[in-house]
């Protein structure tokens, strides 16, 4: 870290992601969650910029603003053809954003990836995907940036342009040649080779040193991702990932060795005392019942209730590993307690199951004395290929029933929880707040907010040292469960002795008194209290001045682009 001695402050700040006012993944908790500490530092001199991308309904975490910077807007559309939205994000903290429409770029789409090759190399020719749509609103927000800084003149501030993810590398591109006087930070939170490597039952960990990250990417058909990623990396001020495994992907693929900004989690959202209380026994309820109905039949009042969440990225996630580990807790005859194990994982879902609302209605369990119902006895929604889904098949080799006569139940909930999802009509935090423990054996994951956002909420969670919050939690932790936290050792090829492993932890969590447990829960909480972002904000501070520091540097020297 910088001493205070040669530690630059920034004057203003402008961070852009796909997900800003747009919750599509795990980068929204990152920037939603640290905004609150960054409006605390730099009052309303931040703006997070996002996609414009509501028509027929406005988003929900953005409130409209039309008085805030009203004449720059009006000169940016006049002047400039910019149609931008300015308000406030409906969040802790409600930091200033800039919501932006990017169609009127894609006409010039050819121009733009002409002359990002000409300036920088960047490879275009083979894109596909969601390649054009993230790159016009890339540069777009490269334009809105430079409309800003130059319209109110900012030309003598410590301004930072602020970038995340592959997906917004052409805005770090763009400010570099078009405002080289703003220090530009670029955030990989998970290398596109990386996650492709690893996507494709590829040994990422014991061939790292051996992958090439250009022939990787032709290998695997991510040649352009790769090359705006592998610039914006290469090109901006300050590099940084989120965790220490990430980091030396990162070194190999790009060639440079990034800063550490690790993730942090906003917890004053979070209820204490009573209100926890009240709102776990409520959210134990609602899972409770749902259980009994998808099962058709009671379980007891006091089953524990596990867990794991996330993206449906089957083996990245360590689904497979879940599901493997519960059947082998399904296998062991010394369990006597109920254990109900929900899968909370987005799938492609026509929608809830009929048959579990009218049941909802109707109260019917005890009329249908543990019937099942004729839908699916894992599922809360309707999936629309059930036939191919991977976590069903494999319930179905393994032989798992949800009959009466076994006390490992498995409920698969493939919807979006944003608190209208049709069954539970809770969000995911309302239901995390009623588990017991929660499980992640994640294969691939750079940071890992799940485990992360499961201690914040005071529930006992397992998660792998190929998660970056996993090893964060290794170097302060004692070793077994004992502190609220486990962390497995995890490589290419143990995937059945972790599943083994996480099951001898659920099968002894379930041995635990009501007492024990309260006590782990106290301890979980105590460990995320030491990675909020009251501790964490220092790194990005750090990255910052980093930034600024070596954008003074760069200045002082005569830099040509490629194209000069």
């Known amino acids: ?84 939205r300015v308000g406030r994000w409906k969040i802790p903290g409600k930091p200033i954003v800039f919501l932006i429409k990017f169609d009127r770029f894609y006409p010039q789409k050819n121009d733009v990836y002409a002359q990002m090759w000409v300036d920088f190399g960047v490879d275009s020719l083979s894109a596909y995907g969601d390649y054009d749509e993230s790159c ?13 800084y130059r319209y109110h003149h900012l030309e003598t501030k410590n301004v930072i342009a602020h970038f995340n993810e592959w997906m917004l590398g052409m805005g770090v591109l763009y400010i570099k040649k078009n405002v080289p006087k703003m220090a530009t930070v670029f955030t990989t939170h998970a290398t596109t080779a990386g996650r492709s490597i690893a996507g494709n ?133 010394q369990i006597t307690k109920d254990i109900v194990a929900f899968i909370m994982v987005p799938a492609w879902i026509d929608g809830p199951r009929t048959d579990l609302q009218e049941e909802q209605k109707n109260g019917a369990l005890k009329k249908r004395n543990g019937a099942a119902l004729s839908g699916n006895p894992f599922t809360t929604h309707t999936l629309h290929d059930p036939t191919h889904d991977p976590i069903l098949n494999q319930l179905g080799y393994l032989g798992f029933s949800n009959s009466k006569k076994e006390h490992v139940k498995v409920i698969f909930v493939p919807s979006y929880l944003n608190g209208d999802d ?39 969670t397992v998660t792998t040292t190929l998660a970056g919050f996993g090893l964060w ?29 996480i099951a001898s932890l659920i099968y002894d969590f379930s041995l635990k008194s009501v007492e024990q447990i309260t006590l782990l829960r106290d301890c979980a909480l105590k460990l995320s209290d030491k990675c909020d972002w009251k501790h964490f904000i220092r790194y990005y501070q750090d990255a910052y001045s980093k930034a600024l520091y070596n954008s003074f540097v760069r200045l002082s020297k005569p830099y040509k682009l490629r194209s000069e």
């Open 201 to 333: 039952n590829l040994p990422l960990y014991d061939n790292l040193k051996t992958y090439n990250g250009d022939q990787m990417s032709r290998q695997l058909n991510i040649v352009a991702k790769h090359s705006v990623e592998k610039l914006a990396a290469q090109n901006a001020d300050c590099f940084t990932t989120v965790s220490d495994i990430t980091a030396q992907e990162c070194t190999q693929f790009f060639h440079r060795h990034p800063e550490v900004t690790p993730n942090g989690f906003e917890k004053d959202f979070i209820p204490k005392g009573e209100a926890h209380k009240e709102l776990r026994k409520k959210a134990r309820q609602n899972l409770l019942r749902v259980a009994e109905l998808v099962t058709g039949h009671s379980i007891h009042k006091d089953a524990l209730f596990v867990a794991i969440s996330g993206r449906y990225e089957y083996k990245n996630k360590g689904i497979d590993v879940f599901i493997e580990a519960m059947n082998q807790v399904r296998k062991t005859p």
């Open 473 to 501: 939690a290794n170097k302060i932790r004692k070793k077994g469960l004992s502190d609220g936290f486990e962390v497995i050792y995890r490589d290419d090829a143990n995937q059945y002795e972790v599943a083994q492993e």
């Open 422 to 460: 049709g069954i539970f009509n809770m969000d995911y935090y309302e239901m995390l707040i009623g588990m017991d423990l929660t499980v992640f054996p994640s294969y691939y994951e750079p940071w890992g907010y799940t485990p992360h956002e499961s201690v914040a909420f005071s529930v006992p």
């Open 136 to 148: 016009m609103f890339a540069y777009a927000t490269g334009v809105v940036m430079e409309s800003f």
């Open 1 to 84: 870290m910088h001493t205070k001695d040669n530690f630059i402050e920034p004057d203003y700040i402008f961070e852009t992601s796909w997900e800003v006012c747009n919750k599509v993944g795990g980068i929204y908790t990152v920037l939603s969650s640290k905004a609150n500490s960054l409006q605390k530092l730099y009052n309303d001199c931040v703006f997070f910029i996002g996609p414009d991308v509501w028509t027929k309904e406005e988003s929900p975490w953005f409130e409209e603003d039309k008085k805030l910077y009203a004449q720059w807007k009006d000169h940016a559309r006049i002047n400039q053809n910019l149609h931008i």
